[in-house]
């Protein structure tokens, strides 16, 4: 279930120790045995290999001592009641009473993420974007109230997923002149572009009324889908799960993926839920927000400098730059009326 991390701020050895005691005491007795799992994240993964089950297990000892990884396994647990393919959830505790950790315990999955299928030639993508389609329609039946991120503290006391926001618009634009500065200071966009960018996003404020919220993985990528070459057998890492706008997680396919993926995307989508008014617009101005978005976080982290080997790069690293500015400009004349999403 992903890649290889980087221990090296970890006591790994006690860490380990620590982790054997709390599943003997909280979970289940021995005899398992405890192996290094795999991760693209910030959290240390383990797998409790058990005699006749195995788990996967995601410890989060940063100091900041993050607890909402009790958001995420309320998401999952309402997700698995619906029947969408994820992997079934066990046990959550972010307590930190006795051991330094907050702990998550799912089933373990073994099955390659749909990033290596495509990687290696062999993925049915328009037939995987149908089903990716249809389950999105699916998880949206979930309507937290408010807008973005859940708070715990209502999750904790109501059992109720809210989120921080009272306004959809609110969610949606916070940082967003931030980042659109940052990507200036650091010559991603020249001012002009800047100034082209927010006048749109104020044409087309209008959007952002919607008169609730719907689930959202937030986090829509191939990497964060275990399957086979045409199967999808579980969406996985709900961490950024959000209320929000329908055409969202449609839209962050568009950052990665062509005009005709995404229209079997919404096609399966259209099978299971109506879509929904001024869908198309939503659709580019999303994908306008997500890019902008990924684009800070690729000039933050380099991410145009990477090697060929890097995870997100399905082809040439050197192209993800002029890759990232184009989804910009096509989102931006989609809204305009310039462009179909067939074009992407």
């Avoid at 931030?178 to 100034?195: D, M, S």
Wanted: aromatic residues 12%.
């Amino acid at each position: 279930m992903g890649n290889v991390q980087d221990h090296s701020k970890v006591d790994m050895s006690e860490l380990g120790e620590q982790l054997h005691t709390y599943l003997t005491e909280y979970f289940r007795p021995g005899p398992f045995e405890l192996r290094l799992g795999g991760g693209q994240g910030d959290h240390v993964t383990y797998l409790a290999i058990y005699p006749d089950q195995t788990y996967f297990i995601r410890i989060d000892n940063g100091p900041e001592n993050d607890d909402y990884i009790d958001v995420e396994s309320a998401v999952l647990q309402r997700i698995n009641a619906l029947g969408i393919p994820s992997p079934k959830l066990f046990h959550c505790d972010s307590t930190r009473i006795r051991f330094p950790f907050a702990i998550q315990i799912i089933e373990y999955i073994n099955s390659k993420d749909l990033n290596e299928h495509e990687k290696n030639g062999d993925l049915d993508i328009l037939t995987i974007a149908g089903f990716i389609g249809e389950s999105v329609a699916k998880w949206q039946s979930i309507t937290p109230s408010k807008y973005g991120l859940f708070d715990r503290s209502v999750l904790i006391e109501q059992e109720h997923l809210q989120g921080y926001h009272n306004t959809y618009r609110d969610y949606f634009l916070l940082n967003w002149d931030a980042h659109l500065h940052y990507l200036q200071t650091n010559t991603f966009f020249e001012e002009n572009e800047v100034f082209e960018i927010k006048e749109l996003v104020r044409e087309y404020d209008y959007l952002l009324n919607i008169p609730h919220g719907c689930l959202v993985h937030k986090d829509l990528a191939l990497w964060n889908i275990l399957g086979s070459s045409n199967e999808i057998v579980a969406f996985i890492d709900w961490s950024d799960t959000i209320s929000g706008d329908a055409m969202d997680d449609l839209s962050l396919l568009g950052c990665f993926h062509s005009g005709e993926v995404v229209q079997a995307a919404i096609k399966g989508y259209a099978r299971v839920r109506e879509l929904p008014e001024y869908w198309e617009k939503k659709f580019w101005l999303h994908l306008l927000r997500n890019m902008i978005f990924k684009a800070v976080i690729r000039v933050r982290g380099k991410y145009f400098d990477k090697p060929d080997s890097f995870f997100m790069s399905n082809s040439n690293s050197s192209d993800l730059r002029a890759f990232t500015l184009q989804r910009i400009r096509c989102a931006c004349e989609g809204l305009r009326g310039n462009k179909k999403i067939a074009e992407l």
